[in-house]
């Protein structure tokens, strides 16, 4: 983790952000009046432990600054608000998560670009209000919640082949799509593509 830490360190500086980087494993017996020292010195503080299985509720919440996030192979789940209103957050790469939790994303404007390949649960307004998205695949989602994309204007294309349930609200407002094809669906919520205003292409042969 070590390692992983010093790489984000200098892509954070690259980009002309100054970190201060400490290995706590050696700072025994814990140095309390140190991290005490830091806090008060640094906006945010951020742990890096081996073996992390979630993002917790909240964890990146408004840090406004926040391009793009790649974490350890080690996390499967992403928690609520995650990183609601991360404004700068582009890019987003989550090679094993399996379940993002409510609102994770919402008003993420700028996320352009979101890789959850194993992902299979989507939550309340997951992805809500992510205004520069356009593309959505995620081939192995079976479960997604109400608003799930709802306000994300751009969004024009859409690959969730898997889903059985269409929530409500899921697509709401999603101005740019155009053509959708959910082959195994079987249900098709209230106000599911309300306010796609160029869709003009719905196949879903179970309904």
Same mark, same amino acid.
């Given at each position: *983790? =070590?390692?992983?830490?010093?790489?984000?360190? @200098?892509?954070?500086?690259?980009?002309?952000?100054?970190?201060?980087?400490?290995? %706590?494993?050696?700072?025994?017996?814990?140095?309390?009046?140190?991290?005490?020292?830091? %806090?008060?010195?640094?906006?945010?503080?951020?742990?890096?432990?081996?073996?992390?299985?979630?993002?917790?509720?909240? /964890?990146?919440?408004?840090? @406004?600054? =926040?391009?793009?996030?790649?974490?350890?192979?080690?996390?499967?789940?992403?928690?609520?608000? /995650?990183?609601?209103?991360?404004?700068?957050?582009?890019?987003?790469?989550?090679?094993?998560?399996?379940?993002?939790?409510?609102?994770?994303?919402?008003?993420?404007?700028?996320?352009?670009? %979101?890789?959850?390949?194993?992902?299979?649960?989507?939550?309340?307004?997951?992805?809500?209000?992510?205004?520069?998205?356009?593309? =959505? @695949?995620?081939? *192995?989602?079976?479960? *997604?919640?109400?608003?799930?994309?709802?306000?994300?204007?751009?969004?024009?294309?859409?690959?969730?082949?898997?889903?059985?349930?269409?929530?409500?609200?899921?697509?709401?407002?999603?101005?740019?799509?155009?053509?959708?094809?959910?082959?195994? %669906?079987?249900?098709?919520?209230?106000?599911?593509?309300?306010?796609? *205003?160029? &869709?003009?292409?719905?196949?879903?042969? &179970?309904?």
């Amino acid at each position: *983790m =070590v390692k992983t830490a010093k790489e984000a360190r @200098d892509e954070l500086k690259k980009i002309g952000y100054n970190c201060t980087l400490i290995n %706590a494993r050696f700072a025994k017996p814990f140095d309390e009046e140190k991290i005490k020292e830091l %806090a008060e010195e640094h906006k945010l503080i951020v742990t890096l432990e081996e073996g992390v299985e979630s993002i917790g509720h909240n /964890a990146f919440r408004e840090c @406004d600054t =926040v391009e793009y996030i790649t974490i350890a192979e080690t996390v499967t789940k992403i928690g609520n608000n /995650a990183f609601q209103y991360c404004h700068a957050l582009s890019s987003a790469n989550f090679p094993l998560v399996t379940s993002v939790g409510s609102n994770a994303f919402d008003y993420c404007i700028s996320l352009i670009d %979101a890789k959850i390949p194993l992902l299979t649960s989507i939550g309340v307004s997951a992805f809500g209000h992510c205004e520069a998205l356009t593309t =959505v @695949d995620f081939p *192995m989602v079976t479960t *997604m919640d109400t608003n799930a994309f709802q306000g994300s204007y751009a969004l024009a294309s859409v690959n969730i082949p898997l889903i059985t349930n269409i929530s409500d609200r899921a697509f709401w407002q999603c101005h740019a799509l155009t053509s959708v094809d959910f082959p195994l %669906a079987t249900s098709i919520g209230k106000q599911a593509f309300a306010y796609c *205003m160029t &869709l003009s292409n719905v196949n879903t042969p &179970l309904v």
